[in-house]
């Protein structure tokens, strides 16, 4: 289930609220016909909200876990509770869409209060370089799932990993030996050639300032390959509505075309694209081309994406506008 994780355990719950700034949860029965009317309209909230490591969507199955739904007093089915920081702040009883709506905007306030305030603990996001003064960290406001990505190789993480707040498994050894027993990488790299097509939907309309990259290429390879080079020549284009094929994209002038070089990453493989800022205000979205890599290789690697400037006003919620009335009522 996409952007929803089911716990497994008391345990695993206790975890995530440490983990998570903001944490909203589904508690649902299979056998509850008002849990399952409702279930679309809360996986809509999560496609929308999710954020790693700072807004994350929960279902707890109260039949299953019925330790975890003692605990959270559960007396009717469904029950959406909102957690910041760990302590509950809201709760929804019943299938109603006006008020679940309503805890969209709570949802939304808390995400921005995370934002702002920071988050507490591990929750806090990982860069790999430092902001620039008077702007902020707005890789939140990516619509996730609009992301689209073209020519990533098959055994790449998904996009998604792209835009993780947490720190690179190549520079956490804790994280690296966990990628390594669960074979789920937290990186991308390209597949038939040395080009990467990303594309990247807002929330809002953006002011964007500077775009961070972080490239983490082994020094060796553990096989007769290459390895994997970091981007070096890269073009940006704005305000698509979808992503751009290949030869579209070549026969596109870009908004901005970038070149890259070895002096150009820090110590932890981050380089700092300056934006030229007039033609990158009031934008919806970005197309990211890797042209080529800087190198001979055959394949380029990205290991984090983030955005840095300013949001504007955020994108009404459509899809969850016209839900209205429950099916059967």
């Not at 299938?95 to 934002?115: C, F, G, M, N, Y």
């Not at 190549?170 to 790299?189: H, M, N, P, T």
């Amino acid at each position: 289930m996409a952007d929803i994780t089911t716990i497994s355990s008391s345990a695993q719950f206790a975890d995530i609220l440490k983990k998570s700034a903001v944490v909203v949860v589904d508690f649902f029965s299979d056998r509850s016909a008002p849990s399952q009317a409702i279930a679309p309209l809360f996986e809509q909230c999560a496609e929308s909200f999710s954020k790693p490591n700072a807004v994350t969507f929960l279902k707890v199955d109260t039949e299953k876990q019925k330790d975890v739904s003692q605990a959270y007093r559960i007396t009717s089915l469904p029950t959406f509770l909102l957690f910041r920081d760990g302590k509950e702040v809201s709760r929804v009883t019943g299938a109603d869409p006006r008020k679940l709506q309503d805890l969209v905007t709570k949802i939304e306030d808390a995400a921005s209060a995370a934002e702002s305030g920071g988050a507490s603990g591990s929750g806090a996001a990982w860069r790999g370089a430092d902001l620039p003064r008077g702007y902020g960290d707005i890789t939140s406001e990516i619509e996730l799932k609009g992301c689209d990505l073209l020519n990533a190789d098959d055994d790449s993480g998904p996009v998604r990993v792209l835009f993780d707040s947490s720190k690179p498994s190549a520079l956490d050894d804790s994280r690296a030996a966990a990628v390594k027993v669960s074979g789920k990488k937290d990186w991308i790299e390209s597949g038939a050639d040395d080009q990467l097509l990303l594309f990247l939907p807002f929330r809002s309309m953006l002011k964007l300032h500077t775009i961070q990259l972080t490239s983490l290429p082994p020094a060796d390879s553990d096989d007769d390959e290459e390895p994997p080079m970091r981007p070096g020549t890269i073009h940006l284009y704005t305000n698509h509505s979808h992503n751009l094929d290949f030869s579209e994209a070549d026969d596109t002038p870009p908004t901005q075309a970038v070149t890259l070089t070895s002096s150009d990453w820090n110590k932890d493989g981050t380089a700092s694209i300056s934006l030229r800022f007039v033609k990158f205000q009031n934008i919806n979205s970005v197309v990211l081309y890797v042209v080529k890599g800087d190198g001979d290789g055959e394949k380029v690697r990205l290991d984090r994406v983030r955005l840095i400037g300013d949001s504007g006003e955020k994108r009404e919620m459509g899809k969850l506008e016209k839900m209205g009335d429950l099916p059967g009522e």
